[in-house]
């Protein structure tokens, strides 16, 4: 829908900018669901009496973490391949075989650090507190990673910051793999090194809540 009101726009400038709008808001539907889906719903779930009886099994925090994970790749690809066919529906975009193989290799991995932080808000916040802390973080996020508009449109402040945000690096390496280009090595190390800090959140947090409940 968003990209319906908004990415249709910014991809009439031709091929090339059809592909880099219709990649920005396949990485923006990827964040959201990653982030919501499996941040908020990890916060409602430890309020049902499902989650109670869960957490008595013994199985590690690892496993739990990892099959959320999974299931978040599976929803993430509904809702990028949802953007990609109501692009190609508007405004045209150019990708082949091989760039949309990249494509679709860098949004599984990409998606995996969101939903870790997804997963540690999850953890931390109540169901109440969740819905407000994820639109804190995921907005100014999807805005300052450049995924509403080009980056260098971007105010100076935040064009100053862009390229340290997680959205932005994981922008980067799926508009280098939607263009057939060289996925540029700073993206790959920062995504790579948020991925570990977020997963060790994640799995501090799901220790941290069963400790604090299960005690």
Known sequence: MLFSFFGASIAGAGDQAATLATTSFAVYAVVGVAFYQFGVGVAQDRESPWEDYVRTLPAPALPRIAARVVAAMIFSAAAA???IVVAFVIAAPSFDLGS??????VLAMGLVPFALLGIALGYLASAKTAVALANMIYLPLAFAGG??????????????LSPLTPTRQFADLAWAAALDG??????????????LVFGGLAFWACRRDQGTRFR
Do not use: I, K, Q
């Open 100 to 105: 949309g193989f990249a494509l679709a290799v």
């Open 81 to 83: 391949l949802t953007v």
């Open 147 to 160: 995924l509403w508009m080009p980056p260098g449109r971007l105010p100076e402040a935040v064009a100053v």
């Open 182 to 195: 060289p996925m540029p090595a700073s993206s790959m190390v920062g995504l790579g090194t948020y991925t």
